[in-house]
C-alpha cells in the first residue's frame, strides 16, 4: 500500500448539511459536517430536547447497543445511533477530523447507503492539515468465534476487507466480497450498496419500535416467497454482501485511526464488528501505533511508517 498525502490529517473544506428520515425513529432527521482541527478526530454533537447538547467520540469505547446498527451511548434519551453508514464514508474518503452535528437521535437514513454522504462530502471538498495521521498497524492474528460466525484481524501491507455472509435465504445464499480498501473501491463497489431486510421481520420490528422509517427507498426488502420486493431490483448481484461490507467498514472506523491489516469475517454483523475490535485494541501485543516517516516525498509505503510510542492511557489517534 502506498500513502500519498494520506499521511497527513485532513478535514472537510466546508460545512455541508443533510436531511432525511431515521429508518428506526421514523422521524425527520438533519446533520451538518462541520471542518475541526487537527486532532478532534470524529465527532458526533447531538442537540437535546431541552437546547442542551450532548457529544461522543467516534470510539469503540463510547459505543452503545449493536443489536441492530451501531450506537453511541447508551441512553436513548441521549444517544447517537445508526452511524456506520456515516462513518464508513468518512473513512474511506480518509476525512480524520469532523464534528457531526446531530438534529435528532440518529443518522438519516437517506436511500440506506453511504452514497449520499460521500457525494456531500465530495461537494465540498476535503482539505489536508499539517499535522500527521497515525494509523493502527496490525502485528498478530486477532480472532472471535460466536457459534458458526467468525471475525479477525491479520497482519497485512494494506487495508483489506474479505466479508462472506450465508443466509439460508436462496435469494442471498453464500456470498463474498474481497478487495483493498481505496477510495475510489469503496466508492465504486460498495457506498451504493443498502441496508436490507426481510418482509416476515417487519411487523416484530415494528413492535419492538424499530424500522419506523423503513421503505422501499431507503432498503432492499426481501418478501415472503424470497423475491425482491423493490420494483428496480438490486444496485449490484451481490448487493447484500457488498453492504455487510460497508457496516464493517464503518463499525471498524470506531477505532478512531485508519489501520493497516485485513479484517475477515463469517455471517458477522455489527456486533461481532464491534467485538473484535475490542479484541484487537485490548491486547498491546497485537498492534503499534505508527505514522509516516519524516520525508521530502510526499508518497511513502505502510512498511515504511514507524512506530510512535504512545502514553499508558487510552490514546488520542486523530
Request: proline share 4%; aromatic share 8%.
Amino acid at each position: 500500500m502506498t500513502i500519498g498525502l494520506l499521511g497527513f490529517q485532513t478535514t472537510i473544506a466546508a460545512p455541508v448539511s443533510l436531511k432525511g428520515t431515521g429508518v428506526h425513529s421514523g422521524a425527520t432527521v438533519g446533520i451538518t459536517f462541520q471542518p475541526a482541527e487537527a486532532g478532534t478526530g470524529v465527532v458526533f454533537s447531538r442537540t437535546l430536547e431541552d437546547g442542551s447538547s450532548v457529544e461522543y467520540r467516534a470510539l469503540s469505547a463510547h459505543v452503545g447497543p449493536t443489536d441492530l446498527c451501531t450506537v453511541l451511548g447508551t441512553s436513548p434519551a441521549k444517544w447517537v445511533a445508526t452511524i456506520e453508514h456515516v462513518m464508513a464514508a468518512l473513512y474511506a474518503l480518509g476525512i480524520d477530523n469532523v464534528v457531526v452535528e446531530v438534529e435528532g437521535a440518529e443518522m438519516p437514513i437517506m436511500d440506506g447507503s453511504s452514497a449520499p454522504f460521500i457525494d456531500a462530502i465530495e461537494q465540498v471538498g476535503i482539505v489536508n492539515l499539517s499535522a500527521k495521521r497515525r494509523y493502527i498497524r496490525v502485528l498478530k492474528p486477532v480472532r472471535i468465534d460466536s457459534g458458526s460466525s467468525w471475525s479477525e484481524f491479520r497482519p497485512h501491507e494494506g487495508t483489506r476487507f474479505e466479508v462472506e455472509i450465508d443466509f439460508t435465504s436462496p435469494l442471498i445464499g453464500r456470498q463474498s466480497w474481497k478487495g483493498e480498501l481505496t477510495a475510489a473501491a469503496f466508492k465504486q463497489e460498495l457506498s451504493r450498496a443498502r441496508t436490507f431486510g426481510f418482509m416476515r421481520d417487519v411487523e416484530r420490528l415494528w413492535a419492538a419500535g424499530y424500522a419506523l422509517g423503513s421503505s422501499l427507498e431507503n432498503s432492499v426488502v426481501i418478501s415472503d416467497d424470497d423475491t425482491v420486493v423493490n420494483v428496480e431490483g438490486l444496485r449490484y448481484k451481490d448487493e447484500f454482501v457488498r453492504h455487510k461490507t460497508l457496516d464493517a467498514v464503518g463499525d471498524l472506523a470506531l477505532a478512531g485511526a485508519q489501520f493497516i491489516g485485513c479484517y475477515r469475517s463469517y455471517r458477522g454483523g455489527h456486533k461481532m464488528n464491534a467485538q473484535a475490535l475490542q479484541a484487537l485494541m485490548s491486547d498491546p501485543t497485537a498492534y503499534e501505533i505508527v505514522e509516516a516517516p519524516s520525508s521530502r516525498s510526499a508518497r511513502v509505503r505502510a512498511s515504511e511508517f514507524v512506530p510512535v510510542k504512545m502514553p499508558e492511557q487510552t490514546p488520542s489517534f486523530a
